[in-house]
């Protein structure tokens, strides 16, 4: 058996600012990893193509890795950087193999395509229309009919924050090896409803997307190959944005439909769930001040986060901290090249006032960046790289670029020179912050600094800031989603 496995990752935020170039596509590596430099690379992490890589020694199966790319979440895909990643997969498609394994992520959006993953799919039909296509996507996938009509099994998270990439990778893994070998016979069924959940109401802490999501592994216990309700990634102005349903069943074209319709059925029943409630940030603020708990407050700035798209320099929730006096805070983090150089240049020690942040204009939702001027003494500098140790991401090398501490008293403020999400401890432990003996942590997060942050939260608190991440859709302009939708509109 010949199997070609391959990763392209990019949530697209069309909003953003945040250029995509084919760089950003390789963390913690010189370049993007190929052909022998992917198994080292990912072989042991939490991811799906490492399930892939497992599965595919386990049948002895010879492995062709073109490439395994990944990024933040930040604009629109460069369109050299796709054509690069796509050529290398699909150059691997025309050598020939007996099927195909993609870790994609089903929101990315390039400078000319609306659906970069549907794009690469239905190329890979038209060079092998026979070839099994394995696909395992992320919870936020915007589901468009090229990705579903040319896939032979697809998977996509159950958990958020994100902490069953691998297990999503046997998922559809299993499944695909079991079509190629001509053990089962996939039938796919799936479909949409015109909602674009808020993220912040999307975690499978809460309801209604925990009780979905028990349905689809009930669903998969009760014979479906796989079963994915997908939330959407509402911050992609684009025509399929929103939530969607797949279920793959071993040759049951009605029970693969009668099990879709029920995961729709249900979020469409509860989508006013699915909706965020604001609270300003003076008064969230306020009661952080007030407020007692057994283990630090987590302060989060999700408006501006890594993971969903946003610039990290967005610096009003910061302010707020510091005007209302909060102290023995670490903050986490804010994107700034170039005051980490000028803190690397001045020194460990060295007393400094930088202009820090609001470096990046977001016409997007028509916002100019605001620096702030802080004062304090550089605490740390390193080189920012680290790996997870999980759940989410558990092995992974991360990368923040040259980074800097910077103390000024009452608030020790992480600057790094790329985008980070704060879902793993390592993140401030690897700079010498121990975030249990905090009494504030400020995350530049949404959902996914739960997966390393909530278990020593004593409280956590929503701080409705500035950013291309906002909660308030009354701040984006939508000209290209689909019309009418929840709760854009009231239907």
Same mark, same amino acid.
């Given at each position: 058996?010949?199997?070609?496995?391959?990763?392209?990752?990019?949530?697209?935020?069309?909003?953003? !600012?945040?250029?995509?170039?084919?760089?950003? @596509?390789?963390?913690?590596?010189?370049?993007? !990893?190929?052909?022998?430099?992917?198994?080292?690379?990912?072989?042991?992490?939490?991811?799906?193509?490492?399930?892939?890589?497992?599965?595919?020694?386990?049948?002895?199966?010879?492995?062709?890795?073109?490439?395994?790319?990944?990024?933040?979440?930040?604009?629109?895909?460069?369109?050299? &950087?796709?054509?690069?990643?796509?050529?290398?997969?699909?150059?691997?498609?025309?050598?020939?193999?007996?099927?195909?394994?993609?870790?994609?992520?089903?929101?990315?959006?390039?400078?000319?395509?609306?659906?970069?993953?549907?794009?690469?799919?239905?190329?890979?039909?038209?060079?092998?229309?026979?070839?099994?296509?394995?696909?395992?996507?992320?919870?936020?996938?915007?589901?468009?009919?090229?990705?579903?009509?040319?896939?032979?099994?697809? /998977?996509?998270?159950?958990?958020?924050?994100?902490?069953?990439?691998?297990?999503?990778? *046997?998922?559809?893994?299993? &499944?695909?090896?079991?079509?190629?070998?001509?053990?089962?016979?996939?039938?796919?069924?799936?479909?949409?409803?015109?909602?674009? !959940?808020?993220?912040?109401?999307?975690?499978?802490?809460?309801?209604?997307?925990?009780?979905?999501?028990?349905?689809?592994?009930?669903?998969?216990?009760?014979?479906?190959?796989?079963?994915?309700?997908?939330?959407? @990634?509402?911050?992609?102005?684009?025509?399929? /944005?929103?939530?969607?349903?797949?279920?793959?069943?071993?040759?049951?074209?009605?029970?693969?439909?009668?099990?879709?319709?029920?995961?729709?059925?249900?979020?469409?029943?509860?989508?006013?769930? @699915?909706?965020?409630?604001?609270?300003?940030?003076?008064?969230?603020?306020?009661?952080?001040?007030?407020?007692?708990?057994?283990?630090?407050?987590?302060?989060?700035?999700?408006?501006?986060?890594?993971?969903?798209?946003?610039?990290?320099?967005?610096?009003?929730?910061?302010?707020?901290?510091?005007?209302?006096?909060?102290?023995?805070?670490?903050?986490?983090?804010?994107?700034?090249?170039?005051?980490?150089?000028?803190?690397?240049?001045?020194?460990?020690?060295?007393?400094?006032?930088?202009?820090?942040?609001?470096?990046?204009? *977001?016409?997007?939702?028509?916002?100019?960046?605001?620096?702030?001027?802080?004062?304090?003494?550089?605490?740390?500098?390193?080189?920012?790289?680290?790996?997870?140790?999980?759940?989410?991401?558990?092995?992974?090398?991360?990368? *923040?670029?040259?980074?800097?501490?910077?103390?000024?008293?009452?608030?020790?403020?992480?600057?790094?020179?790329?985008?980070?999400?704060?879902?793993?401890?390592?993140?401030?432990?690897?700079?010498?912050?121990?975030?249990?003996?905090?009494?504030?942590? *400020?995350?530049?997060?949404?959902?996914?600094?739960?997966?390393?942050?909530?278990?020593?939260?004593?409280?956590?608190?929503?701080?409705?800031?500035?950013?291309?991440?906002?909660?308030?859709?009354?701040?984006?302009?939508?000209?290209?989603?689909?019309?009418?939708?929840?709760?854009?509109?009231?239907?």
């Amino acid at each position: 058996m010949r199997l070609i496995i391959a990763m392209m990752k990019h949530e697209t935020n069309t909003y953003s !600012p945040v250029p995509t170039p084919l760089d950003v @596509f390789a963390r913690g590596t010189p370049r993007v !990893p190929e052909g022998d430099e992917v198994s080292p690379a990912f072989k042991g992490t939490n991811s799906a193509i490492a399930a892939f890589l497992d599965l595919a020694e386990a049948e002895g199966a010879e492995i062709v890795t073109p490439i395994a790319a990944g990024a933040w979440p930040s604009g629109p895909v460069h369109d050299d &950087a796709y054509e690069y990643m796509t050529g290398k997969i699909l150059d691997a498609v025309k050598a020939g193999a007996d099927g195909i394994l993609l870790d994609l992520h089903g929101a990315m959006v390039t400078q000319s395509l609306e659906d970069g993953e549907g794009a690469l799919l239905k190329r890979i039909r038209e060079i092998a229309p026979d070839m099994p296509v394995g696909v395992a996507l992320d919870m936020h996938t915007n589901l468009y009919p090229e990705i579903a009509d040319n896939v032979t099994v697809l /998977a996509g998270y159950q958990t958020y924050p994100h902490i069953d990439s691998y297990d999503t990778g *046997m998922r559809a893994g299993k &499944a695909s090896i079991a079509a190629i070998k001509g053990e089962v016979r996939p039938a796919l069924a799936w479909g949409q409803k015109p909602m674009l !959940p808020h993220v912040m109401r999307q975690g499978t802490d809460d309801f209604p997307n925990n009780e979905l999501q028990a349905m689809t592994k009930r669903m998969e216990a009760e014979g479906a190959l796989t079963a994915t309700l997908f939330v959407g @990634f509402p911050h992609a102005d684009i025509s399929q /944005a929103g939530l969607s349903a797949v279920v793959v069943t071993d040759g049951d074209q009605a029970q693969a439909e009668t099990w879709r319709d029920e995961l729709l059925d249900f979020a469409w029943e509860h989508r006013e769930k @699915f909706v965020y409630e604001i609270e300003p940030l003076e008064e969230s603020l306020a009661r952080a001040k007030s407020m007692t708990a057994d283990g630090p407050i987590v302060l989060l700035d999700h408006y501006d986060n890594a993971a969903s798209g946003g610039t990290m320099d967005c610096m009003a929730v910061l302010k707020g901290i510091i005007d209302a006096g909060l102290a023995d805070v670490a903050a986490f983090a804010v994107r700034d090249e170039a005051a980490a150089a000028e803190l690397h240049a001045a020194g460990e020690g060295a007393e400094v006032t930088i202009s820090l942040g609001g470096k990046r204009d *977001m016409p997007g939702i028509g916002l100019k960046g605001k620096p702030l001027e802080v004062t304090g003494r550089v605490a740390k500098l390193s080189d920012g790289l680290y790996r997870n140790a999980g759940p989410a991401g558990t092995g992974m090398l991360m990368d *923040m670029g040259p980074t800097a501490v910077l103390d000024t008293g009452k608030i020790q403020i992480i600057i790094t020179t790329k985008n980070q999400e704060p879902n793993d401890l390592n993140c401030m432990r690897s700079l010498g912050i121990e975030p249990t003996e905090k009494r504030y942590l *400020m995350l530049k997060s949404r959902i996914h600094y739960r997966a390393g942050f909530r278990k020593i939260a004593g409280a956590t608190i929503e701080c409705a800031g500035e950013g291309v991440c906002t909660s308030d859709y009354d701040a984006i302009e939508f000209k290209n989603v689909r019309r009418p939708i929840y709760p854009l509109d009231d239907i």
